[in-house]
């Protein structure tokens, strides 16, 4: 009996090699503007101590209820697969003590985990960019983080596909006095509210205003507003941080209704949104967290970030932009008649393409002698140039350059095969 193929588990995708050219010329983009604004890289664990993600996140959201892949190990401790990366940087930041009278500008990019239902975009594994600053306070860097998000989608060519929206919540204790406020008003009203709104009146109200159900939604237009119970200090930052995006010349849309969907954010909260994608979608979003710092035993320290998910990212690119550059063609092709020899040859000519041409591809055929075949195999990798070696070229010291593209072709000595690979491309 044949034995079942394993295949992958549901919601956790493979990155075939058709589409990993697209994710590293994206990574390769966002990288390059991170480090022109200065920042550094940070690696955390991908699994972490489950009390983290409690603590930081919130006992009472979905992610920590219903969505984190939990699981005692062979101590029989609970660890978490992360659900996201924020928490797991800032217990980093804590251990190693890269907070202490000195600020932070970090950023990250790798795996997270969620069990939510798999869709487009949205998937148990999924991957996260994100950045995050330590030690500044001010509206200027809550700022500069939007600054350096509309620089990604203009170096992405996706810049109008993408609408900022803008909020405060306030301290915790403004927070506090809008959920009690909040709580009064839904109880009056509990007959247009639907089984999840009601799950959630007691333990997270403030999720309720992200609610998609329509009634919920014009029920919310006569709820009291966060706005109205927000503490001096944070409007007076929200204020700063709006004159500086009227300043830098970013458009925005103040709602009154984003609050995002993780306990630690205070203040500003913003989420960078399209209608690219079918319904409208969150691209990035993200806010301050001043207090899980020292939430999370740590010195108090002001903090501000965002996460992005990158196979919605992906997705927005090549459904607005599919222009950009993103091929894994092959630049030059060695071809050889196949015998041991010369072989030997086209490898080390290969090795000395890549030593003079660090950033092209090179591949060496092995297997078929047959020249034709191989032609075939450059046309089909997309190659922009073949470099053939035969028993005449062999004798030579030669080899025959062909610019696949125009099917011009020179025969000229080995010393200056890079020269002449050069002046093709």
Same mark, same amino acid.
Request: aromatic share 8%; proline share 3%; with cysteine.
């Given at each position: 009996?044949?034995?079942?193929?394993? #295949?992958?588990? $549901?919601?956790?995708?493979?990155?075939?090699?058709? +589409?990993?050219?697209?994710?590293? #010329?994206?990574?390769?983009?966002?990288?390059?503007? /991170?480090?022109?604004?200065?920042?550094?890289?940070?690696?955390?664990?991908?699994?972490?101590?489950?009390?983290?993600?409690?603590?930081?996140?919130?006992?009472?959201?979905?992610?920590?209820?219903?969505?984190?892949?939990?699981?005692?190990?062979?101590?029989?401790?609970?660890?978490? /697969?992360?659900?996201?990366?924020?928490?797991?940087?800032?217990?980093?930041?804590?251990?190693?003590?890269?907070?202490?009278?000195?600020?932070?500008?970090?950023?990250?990019?790798?795996?997270?985990?969620?069990?939510?239902?798999?869709?487009?975009?949205?998937?148990?594994?999924?991957?996260?960019?994100?950045?995050?600053?330590?030690?500044?306070?001010?509206?200027?860097? +809550?700022?500069? /983080?939007?600054?350096?998000?509309?620089?990604?989608?203009?170096?992405?060519?996706?810049?109008?596909?993408?609408? %900022?929206?803008?909020?405060?919540?306030?301290?915790?204790?403004?927070?506090?006095?809008?959920?009690?406020?909040?709580?009064?008003?839904?109880?009056?009203?509990?007959?247009?509210? +639907?089984?999840?709104?009601?799950?959630?009146?007691?333990?997270?109200?403030?999720?309720? /205003?992200?609610?998609?159900?329509?009634?919920? *939604?014009?029920?919310?237009? &006569?709820?009291?507003?966060?706005?109205?119970?927000?503490?001096?200090?944070?409007?007076?930052?929200?204020?700063?941080?709006?004159?500086? %995006?009227?300043?830098?010349?970013?458009?925005?849309?103040?709602?009154? $209704? %984003?609050?995002?969907?993780?306990?630690?954010?205070? &203040?500003?909260?913003?989420?960078?949104?399209?209608?690219?994608?079918?319904?409208?979608?969150?691209?990035?979003?993200?806010?301050?967290?001043?207090?899980?710092?020292?939430? %999370?035993?740590?010195?108090?320290?002001?903090?501000?970030?965002?996460?992005?998910?990158?196979?919605?990212?992906?997705?927005?690119? *090549?459904?607005?932009?599919?222009?950009?550059?993103?091929?894994?063609?092959?630049?030059?092709?060695?071809?050889?008649?196949?015998?041991?020899?010369?072989?030997?040859?086209?490898?080390?000519?290969?090795?000395?393409?890549?030593?003079?041409?660090?950033?092209?591809?090179?591949?060496?055929?092995?297997?078929?002698?047959?020249?034709?075949?191989?032609?075939?195999?450059?046309?089909?990798?997309?190659?922009?140039?073949?470099?053939?070696?035969?028993?005449?070229?062999?004798?030579?010291?030669?080899?025959?350059?062909?610019?696949? #593209?125009?099917?011009?072709?020179?025969?000229?000595?080995?010393?200056?095969?890079?020269?002449?690979?050069?002046?093709?491309?």
């Amino acid at each position: 009996m044949t034995e079942k193929k394993i #295949q992958s588990i $549901r919601g956790m995708n493979d990155l075939l090699p058709t +589409d990993s050219a697209s994710w590293q #010329q994206i990574e390769k983009i966002v990288k390059g503007v /991170l480090n022109s604004y200065g920042y550094n890289e940070i690696r955390t664990p991908i699994v972490e101590d489950t009390a983290l993600f409690k603590r930081a996140v919130g006992e009472v959201t979905d992610i920590v209820e219903k969505e984190m892949y939990t699981f005692n190990d062979r101590n029989n401790e609970s660890i978490t /697969l992360r659900p996201e990366i924020t928490a797991g940087c800032v217990r980093a930041g804590i251990e190693h003590g890269l907070f202490y009278n000195q600020e932070q500008r970090l950023w990250y990019l790798g795996p997270a985990f969620r069990y939510e239902k798999p869709q487009k975009g949205r998937y148990r594994q999924f991957h996260q960019f994100g950045v995050e600053v330590f030690g500044l306070e001010g509206p200027n860097i +809550d700022a500069e /983080l939007i600054l350096l998000t509309a620089r990604f989608w203009k170096a992405l060519g996706i810049e109008q596909h993408t609408s %900022l929206e803008l909020n405060s919540i306030g301290s915790l204790e403004a927070r506090a006095n809008y959920r009690n406020a909040l709580v009064v008003f839904l109880e009056q009203h509990k007959d247009k509210l +639907d089984e999840d709104c009601l799950r959630r009146m007691y333990t997270n109200p403030l999720r309720i /205003l992200d609610s998609k159900n329509p009634v919920v *939604q014009e029920l919310l237009n &006569r709820a009291p507003k966060l706005f109205d119970y927000l503490d001096e200090e944070s409007k007076q930052h929200f204020e700063g941080l709006c004159r500086l %995006l009227d300043n830098a010349g970013i458009k925005y849309n103040i709602n009154q $209704r %984003l609050v995002r969907g993780l306990d630690y954010y205070n &203040r500003t909260v913003f989420e960078w949104v399209t209608s690219s994608l079918g319904a409208q979608g969150t691209v990035c979003g993200g806010g301050r967290y001043d207090g899980l710092v020292s939430q %999370l035993g740590g010195q108090p320290t002001p903090a501000v970030g965002f996460a992005m998910g990158v196979e919605r990212l992906v997705l927005l690119v *090549q459904a607005v932009n599919p222009s950009l550059n993103c091929n894994n063609s092959i630049d030059v092709y060695m071809i050889s008649s196949g015998d041991e020899k010369t072989i030997s040859v086209a490898q080390n000519i290969a090795e000395l393409l890549r030593d003079s041409l660090p950033n092209w591809r090179i591949m060496t055929n092995y297997g078929s002698s047959n020249f034709k075949k191989q032609f075939t195999k450059a046309d089909k990798l997309g190659a922009k140039i073949a470099i053939i070696i035969g028993e005449n070229e062999l004798a030579n010291q030669s080899v025959m350059v062909k610019n696949l #593209q125009t099917g011009e072709q020179v025969e000229v000595a080995q010393k200056e095969v890079v020269q002449t690979c050069l002046a093709i491309k």
